[in-house]
């Protein structure tokens, strides 16, 4: 694992341009700023295509979506596309309405993703897996959510990282799981519009990454969100939503590569 991609991030300052949805773009975009990148929050179709010759990555993010919105998406991933760009889809709710599983259908089928990051029940959906969705959240199901994640990855030939209990990340091939993490994280709404935004920052300061680079760098960039989460849950009173969001966004501001380093070699120590 490069942990060395946490300074790179910070020296860097990759521009992430984020379409996303009303209820999480202030949480999105300070907890970029919070990591050392720089948000773009634009969705107007006049300048969307254009921010892709000058930006890092491109985060699309279906939580609110509507006609207009769509739009904005695909004239700005196929420019991503164009300018090899990284485009990460955050395909929020996908299986929970006939218009989100259309909206998320043209989505694949008109750009190239380089993640798709979601739930385990979002990418139920892409998978065709039978899942009991619950609005915009995960919802239930019994199948086997890395064998999910895997066939998705193969079957639109791009990354997926699915967020829970375990975090699952592939490129199809090869799959590494997370367990740190905490509970805490579903108390706060739009921690995973969030988490999408770190990887696409973390996938925007590669240069001509191989497919492993490019997995390496989701572990990077999921490692540290959780175990900022970890450290954001101690010491204050569960019923503190307001608290854990403030923490998360301080933790994210200092964790650096050495920490990091600490943390995953000691958790792996006890772990073998």
């Given at each position: 694992?490069?942990?060395?991609?946490?300074?790179?991030?910070?020296?860097?300052?990759p521009?992430?341009?984020?379409?996303?949805?009303?209820?999480?773009?202030?949480?999105?975009?300070?907890?970029?700023?919070?990591?050392?990148?720089?948000?773009f929050?634009?969705?107007?179709?006049?300048?969307?295509?254009?921010?892709?010759?000058f930006?890092?990555?491109?985060?699309l993010?279906?939580?609110?979506?509507?006609?207009?919105?769509?739009?904005?998406?695909?004239?700005?991933?196929?420019?991503?596309?164009?300018n090899?760009?990284?485009?990460?889809?955050?395909?929020?709710?996908?299986?929970?309405?006939?218009?989100?599983?259309?909206?998320?259908?043209?989505?694949?089928?008109?750009i190239k993703?380089?993640?798709i990051?979601?739930?385990?029940?979002?990418?139920?959906?892409?998978?065709?897996?039978?899942?009991?969705?619950?609005g915009?959240?995960?919802?239930?199901?019994?199948?086997?959510?890395?064998?999910i994640?895997?066939?998705?990855?193969?079957?639109?030939e791009?990354?997926?990282?699915?967020?829970?209990e375990?975090?699952?990340?592939?490129?199809?091939?090869?799959?590494?799981?997370?367990?740190?993490?905490?509970?805490?994280?579903?108390?706060?709404?739009?921690?995973?519009?969030?988490?999408?935004?770190?990887?696409?920052?973390?996938?925007?300061?590669?240069?001509?990454?191989?497919?492993?680079?490019?997995l390496?760098?989701?572990?990077?960039?999921?490692?540290?969100?959780?175990?900022?989460?970890?450290?954001?849950?101690?010491d204050?009173?569960?019923?503190?939503?307001?608290?854990?969001?403030?923490?998360?966004?301080d933790?994210?501001?200092?964790?650096?590569?050495?920490?990091?380093?600490?943390?995953?070699?000691?958790?792996?120590?006890h772990?073998?």
């Amino acid at each position: 694992m490069n942990v060395t991609l946490i300074e790179q991030v910070r020296q860097i300052n990759p521009l992430v341009h984020t379409i996303t949805n009303l209820v999480v773009a202030n949480d999105s975009a300070n907890g970029l700023l919070a990591i050392g990148a720089s948000p773009f929050m634009s969705n107007t179709v006049r300048e969307v295509a254009e921010i892709q010759t000058f930006n890092h990555a491109l985060v699309l993010n279906m939580g609110t979506i509507n006609d207009e919105q769509l739009e904005a998406m695909l004239l700005a991933g196929k420019a991503a596309n164009q300018n090899n760009k990284p485009v990460v889809i955050d395909p929020v709710g996908a299986g929970a309405t006939q218009y989100r599983k259309q909206v998320i259908q043209e989505l694949l089928e008109e750009i190239k993703p380089t993640l798709i990051r979601g739930n385990a029940g979002e990418l139920a959906s892409l998978a065709n897996v039978a899942w009991q969705a619950k609005g915009v959240d995960a919802g239930v199901g019994s199948a086997d959510v890395q064998s999910i994640a895997e066939i998705v990855a193969r079957k639109y030939e791009c990354l997926v990282f699915i967020s829970g209990e375990t975090d699952i990340m592939t490129n199809g091939s090869k799959t590494y799981l997370n367990h740190h993490g905490t509970p805490h994280f579903t108390s706060m709404t739009g921690s995973g519009c969030l988490l999408s935004c770190v990887c696409g920052a973390y996938l925007g300061v590669l240069d001509d990454p191989s497919a492993d680079e490019l997995l390496d760098a989701i572990i990077v960039a999921g490692t540290l969100y959780s175990l900022a989460g970890q450290l954001a849950a101690k010491d204050f009173n569960d019923r503190q939503i307001g608290t854990f969001r403030k923490n998360l966004l301080d933790q994210l501001s200092v964790i650096d590569a050495q920490t990091l380093r600490a943390f995953n070699r000691e958790w792996s120590e006890h772990h073998e």
